[in-house]
């Protein structure tokens, strides 16, 4: 079946560590965003990727990184520097339209303590 | 730039009533928009989208959205209300090349017995 796959879907962390959360996706699609959603913030962009070897910054990539090395894959890495890091984390892809929409894994939830 | 605007956090209706949920949208070209439901814990699934064809947007569930461009509203409705359309509900929009998807805060729908 076609889709989009997170992992974990839950993780802890100790304060200071950085997490790498997982997304990969067999849809064939070009583009891959990564969310950050807070009760009562909705989604807010961190990076997407539009091409491979190429990413931009959303609107809250201070403290994260990715990277685009394959088209099937757009790991995000929540590094020392976030300061709020606990948060649920969503992952979605998309076609080169920008009439198509976009599909969703069923997100990892980070808690770090 | 483009932002989409969905007012009140939260929305109750009764089993059967009508539900009515509002989104504005700001673009400065023809957009493209979309409407997103989460269930606690999961990753968001399309309920239905405009790409400029028809104004009056049939989708999943027995829900629909008339795209009104005087209003720049996308207003999201269903004549009866079932309880399993408790959720979180999403509007989005997209424009240009960019590919680049902006949401809303969301909107909690709670089905009374």
Redesign the interface.
């Given at each position: 079946d076609g889709g989009i796959t997170q992992s974990p879907k839950y993780l802890f962390r100790k304060e200071g560590q950085n997490v790498t959360l997982s997304c990969e996706q067999n849809l064939n699609h070009d583009a891959m965003y990564w969310y950050r959603q807070d009760p009562g913030q909705g989604l807010r962009l961190i990076y997407y990727s539009q091409i491979v070897n190429d990413f931009q910054k959303g609107d809250i990539a201070e403290g994260y990184s990715v990277s685009r090395e394959k088209k099937e894959s757009f790991p995000l890495t929540v590094t020392s520097a976030q300061k709020n890091p606990t948060a649920f984390y969503l992952c979605a892809s998309r076609g080169g339209q920008p009439n198509t929409e976009a599909f969703f894994g069923q997100g990892t939830r980070l808690t770090v303590v | 730039a483009q932002s989409v605007t969905?007012l009140g956090?939260h929305v109750s209706v009764s089993e059967g009533a009508l539900v009515l949920l509002r989104c504005n949208y700001s673009s400065s070209v023809p957009p493209?928009l979309?409407w997103?439901v989460q269930y606690p814990?999961?990753?968001?699934?399309?309920l239905l989208?405009y790409?400029?064809a028809a104004t009056l947007v049939k989708g999943i569930n027995g829900f629909e959205a008339e795209f009104k461009k005087s209003e720049t509203s996308f207003h999201l409705t269903k004549p009866s209300a079932h309880m399993s359309d408790a959720a979180e509900y999403?509007c989005?929009v997209?424009?240009?090349?960019?590919?680049?998807?902006?949401?809303?805060?969301?909107i909690t729908l709670s089905v009374r017995p």
């Amino acid at each position: 079946d076609g889709g989009i796959t997170q992992s974990p879907k839950y993780l802890f962390r100790k304060e200071g560590q950085n997490v790498t959360l997982s997304c990969e996706q067999n849809l064939n699609h070009d583009a891959m965003y990564w969310y950050r959603q807070d009760p009562g913030q909705g989604l807010r962009l961190i990076y997407y990727s539009q091409i491979v070897n190429d990413f931009q910054k959303g609107d809250i990539a201070e403290g994260y990184s990715v990277s685009r090395e394959k088209k099937e894959s757009f790991p995000l890495t929540v590094t020392s520097a976030q300061k709020n890091p606990t948060a649920f984390y969503l992952c979605a892809s998309r076609g080169g339209q920008p009439n198509t929409e976009a599909f969703f894994g069923q997100g990892t939830r980070l808690t770090v303590v | 730039a483009q932002s989409v605007t969905q007012l009140g956090s939260h929305v109750s209706v009764s089993e059967g009533a009508l539900v009515l949920l509002r989104c504005n949208y700001s673009s400065s070209v023809p957009p493209y928009l979309f409407w997103y439901v989460q269930y606690p814990n999961q990753g968001l699934q399309l309920l239905l989208k405009y790409t400029s064809a028809a104004t009056l947007v049939k989708g999943i569930n027995g829900f629909e959205a008339e795209f009104k461009k005087s209003e720049t509203s996308f207003h999201l409705t269903k004549p009866s209300a079932h309880m399993s359309d408790a959720a979180e509900y999403f509007c989005a929009v997209s424009v240009g090349a960019n590919s680049k998807l902006t949401f809303g805060k969301g909107i909690t729908l709670s089905v009374r017995p």
